[in-house]
């Protein structure tokens, strides 16, 4: 079987958010009859690094890297350290300057669902063509950033039943704690509802970590969610 799997954090990136699909990658390359290809951005812009984790990548890994513009690189760039904004609840909750303030507003209310989706379609046309040249099975996207699973979707829109599309949430969506505090608007926060339904929808299956989760997305997709824990 040919698996592709989508991912946004991948060695030298470090945390919890790698290791789930690293050391799941590396399981199914060893079951016989699995060639597993690995894609993710070429960049080592992650709020963790752990460079020690590269030397558990398994060698039948097939690992494709493609360019990715981020605009919360960018900004990070020109504030500097002392005003950059991180992902994650802790650093939501961080007492703020205005400028992180203004930061994290666009954070929200711009670039839905996250800011890494400058990376769908750039992402959509090379997948596009690598999956017909290699005959790929299943596809597996990984979020968040949710952005991953935008990806998932185009592909599966145009693949059809060609593929199957495995959708994997390692955090919730529209329902984590955070977009409240990110002061996101009613617009903003509509639309990322409707792209999480879109995505419970129309892939094959859905995967979480915890059975309240996988309650959660079965609420809002009237669907079956499959509990994979880390």
């Known amino acids: 079987m040919n698996i592709l799997i989508v991912a946004y954090y991948w060695p030298p990136a470090g945390g919890s958010g790698v290791q789930r699909w690293l050391y799941m990658s590396n399981h199914l390359a060893d ?62 909750k961080e007492k703020k300057s205005l400028i992180q303030k203004i930061g994290l507003w666009f954070r929200a209310n711009v670039f839905v669902p996250d800011s890494r989706v400058f990376w769908v379609n750039p992402s959509y046309r090379f997948l596009k ?11 597996v996207t990984t979020g968040p950033p949710h952005s991953m699973h935008l990806i998932g979707l185009k592909l599966k829109q145009y693949f059809k039943e060609k593929i ?34 879109k995505v419970l929808i129309n ?24 509990i994979i824990e880390n």
């Open 31 to 92: 079951i016989p009859g699995n060639n597993l290809t690995i894609y993710v951005p070429d960049t080592t812009d992650y709020q963790v690094l752990d460079p020690t984790l590269s030397a558990d990548i398994s060698p039948k890994l097939k690992i494709i890297k493609r360019p990715i513009w981020d605009p919360a690189h960018f900004y990070n760039k020109a504030v500097g350290e002392k005003n950059k904004i991180g992902v994650g609840m802790s650093s939501v």
């Open 129 to 139: 063509k690598y999956i017909e040249k290699n005959k790929i099975d299943v596809i």
């Open 203 to 226: 892939s094959d299956i859905v995967t979480t970590v915890t059975p309240s989760w996988a309650n959660m997305f079965r609420d809002i997709s009237k669907r079956k969610i499959e």
């Open 164 to 197: 199957i599309w495995v959708a994997d949430f390692r955090d919730p969506w529209s329902e984590i704690q955070y977009y409240e505090t990110l002061k996101t608007t009613k617009f903003a926060f509509n639309k990322i509802k409707k792209l999480e339904k």
